[in-house]
């Protein structure tokens, strides 16, 4: 048994001083007030949930190839080090090539599966993606992909206004993977019958997509008008102006925005060339220098720079813990209560992270 006491608890909520007690990696009691239990004193210092990315492609010169397992371990350590106890392993790629390396024998600890950015997205909005990652629809071979895999994907990007975009997003959903609305050219109109076919979530949210217009008010449109909708958003700063995601935490229901890194494998690397893309400082694009290529963010970052442009600390910390959790259908994890997870963060005054936990074990970073 471990008894974390003398903490200001971050709760889905609000904030709260008070103790947690954990056994067998699972909380088992959270309360408010004094504890009378030995255990460690926290100081005051905060305890929140562990971070959830539902978005993330690598970090620290690693990426989440299926192909390597030791570099998919690299790159969720990066990220652990940086407070994420829980991310899916983002891929971009044909199912064919895909397939070749699943099922995974070994994931991470901090993972919980694989989410497919594509393949069946708009050509004409690919972002950073390699074109030759695009494949026309073919509901077929996505019902044998995840026949065979479904297992381990929970997550998948298609755009709405493909051909047989229903048939796909409802293949998806039949296998219980989560659908985002992503890389697209959608009409909101098609937007919304996505909705109905399953699809539950908009794939960082503003970029990838045309900007909102009054006449055409298209993705965005629907991903601030749909409450249904769980709306990913990049906190780096650098793909979203940060009043942009002030308006996004305004006009969306407190429980649905997901702070996302879309961090790349290039993410702590040094400035200069790498194959397509390049690093500047903490930019990433293509060659080109313009198309944003992925970030260089963190979830510690990202909670830092929400509450720093303004957020509210209990909603920053909620759009990285709990909200993910429930879009993604993870409910044993992502909140400080009976009976979930004890995957969970120390963070000081600054928000910097000093001790991490999952499953009740403190980790070495
Ligand atoms: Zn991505």
Known sequence: MEVLKNCTLVLPERLGKGYVIIEEGIITEVGFGECSQEGEDLQGAYLVPGYIDVHVHGGGGAGFELADLDSCQRAADFHLKHGTTTMLMGVEGG?????????????PINTAGIFLEGPFISPERPGAIDPNFIKEPDPDKLTDFLTKFGSQIKYIAIAPELNQAEELIKIARK?????????????????????MWGTSCVCHTFNGMPPMHHREPGVVGGALLYDELYTEIITDGIHIHPEIIRLLFKVKPFDKVLAITDSVSLNGMPSG??????????????????????SAHTMDKAIQNMVKWGIDLVSAIR?????????????????IATGFRADLLKLNNNLEIETIYIQGQRQTI
């Not at 194959?275 to 290529?293: E, F, P, Q, S, Y």
């Open 273 to 294: 060339t790498y194959g397509r893309r390049m690093v500047n400082g903490n930019k990433i694009t293509l060659i080109d220098g313009k198309t944003i290529a992925g």
């Open 175 to 195: 296998f219980n993977v989560v659908v985002s609305a992503g890389h697209t050219i959608s009409s909101i109109e098609k937007l919304r019958q996505a909705t």
């Open 319 to 335: 759009s990285a813990t709990y909200n993910p959790a429930k879009a993604l259908g993870l409910n044993d994890r992502g909140r």
């Open 95 to 107: 199912l064919d090539e895909l397939g070749k390396y699943l099922p995974l024998k070994k994931m």
